[in-house]
């Protein structure tokens, strides 16, 4: 059986290990010397199938040669990294199973059942079940939600696979989050907090059925299939210490492509935006990177959406954050703390041409929302 069949529905694949460990040396070097990168022309290769507007069938082709883990290739062949891979397009899944598993009433919560038609009169059902060990994952984080912090690593690892790594380092992910570039070494209470996300990820079970999919849209529906239902762990992976020039490295490497990029990439729903836009002048603190990594999904999807409302509400960015437990002036510190970091971040995105300009919208002297203009 292929490893990386679409439909198998196993949550426990067997997967081999690699004939050699040259690619989880190569991962642990990149934490310590730069060798050489990708050009843009071939990155932008591997992402422009989800951002041009094409024919059906050139929309199947491009998402199979955009595919590291193309089932029609020798996989083995893939696994032979040897040169650094910077990512210079950060890659956004904007599917409606991305976006329900951020909202907070899907893990552990049934079977939902997401609307996913090409308008408002066009009813397709994909159905949805999200599944967490709650006292497995409790011995190693406090929230089992998939949190705007998860996405940013999720969206780092993306960006990190589709240029052609397998096995990826903490640090790797950090720089790739954070718009760095080697020789930046990330703070150590940053990477731990990304191997909590990681470890949290691991635990975490989908199944996507997305059969009605198969059977209305017309990029799918030429495919010969009656049942279509993508199942596994959020992140199919081992990890490796190794000691490289002295320095131990942790290197994660990934067995199968990750189940939400294997779904966006079917329904062609992938963005890339520059991954300099992440080098915000912000204090990059968890709270900070989760803080921009709603902005960043919420700001595409507007730019990909002209029929939403231009906007984004500072209530739905206070949500993010659990603040049951503070004081009120501890928790109006946050917000306030919060509010300078987005107008840093806007004026860096603005300064950057990311967007024209945003203006901030007062009610009774609060703050209100965001209006974003392109």
Known sequence: MNKYNLFDNSTEQKNELFDDIDDIFSAANKDLEQTCTFTDDKEQKLLNSSNRKKTNKKIKKDISSSDVFDENENEYEQLKISTTTSVKKRVLTRDKVSYALLSKDVI?????????????????????????????????????????FDKSVFDAVCSLLMIGNKAISLAMIARTMLGKKFPYHPNPELLNEIDESINKLERIKISIDMSEEFARFSQLKNEDVSKAVLSSRFFECRRFDTIVKGSQVNVIVFTQEPILLKYAKRRAQLSSVDNFLLDTPTKKTKNLITVQSYLLQRINMLKLNKNLPQCIMFDAIYELFDVTNLSIDTKKSLYSRIRKSIISILDYWKKENFLKEYEIEKQKGSYYKINIIF
């Open 108 to 148: 552990n919560k049934g079977e939902k059942l997401l609307s996913v038609g090409k308008n408002t009169s066009e009813t397709v059902l994909t159905k949805l079940v999200v599944s967490l060990d709650l006292e497995e994952v409790g011995k190693i984080s406090n929230n089992i939600e998939f949190t705007y």
